[in-house]
Nanobody
Framework: QVQLVESGGGLVQAGGSLRLSCVAS????????MGWYRQAPGKQRELVAR???????SYADSVKGRFTISRDNAKNTVYLQMNSLKPDDTAVYYC???????????WGQGTQVTVSS
């Protein structure tokens, strides 16, 4: 089993920054894609940014130029640096992992990000 634990959420004013962290543990050997999704109240969960199985990155159009995904393989940690935050970025942010070997999606418990205007 794979465990994903997020941290770094909180309340910030519009224009501010936050950095989210996600530490992976457990049977992570087969996890070859990781990233971040978010879900705002009344909306579907959506992709924010992710590393694909080949290491390429992809971003939602709404966050391009403001958010940056990165990782530290030695620490089994994925980060999401969020700059120039907007009230529309308010959501619960979930860490995501995927194993192509097993075909399994893994999710963290989520961390709340609230951006005030």
């Amino acid at each position: 089993q794979v465990q994903l634990v997020e941290s770094g959420g909180g309340l910030v004013q519009a224009g501010g920054s936050l950095r989210l962290s996600c530490v992976a543990s457990g049977s992570i050997f087969g996890v070859n894609a990781m990233g971040w999704y978010r879900q705002a109240p009344g909306k579907q969960r959506e992709l924010v940014a992710r590393f694909g199985s080949g290491g390429s990155t992809s971003y939602a159009d709404s966050v391009k130029g403001r958010f940056t995904i990165s990782r530290d393989n030695a620490k089994n940690t994925v980060y999401l640096q969020m700059n120039s935050l907007k009230p529309d970025d308010t959501a619960v942010y979930y860490c995501w992992g995927y194993s192509t070997k097993h075909g399994n999606n893994y999710w963290g418990q989520g961390t709340q990000v609230t951006v005030s205007s």
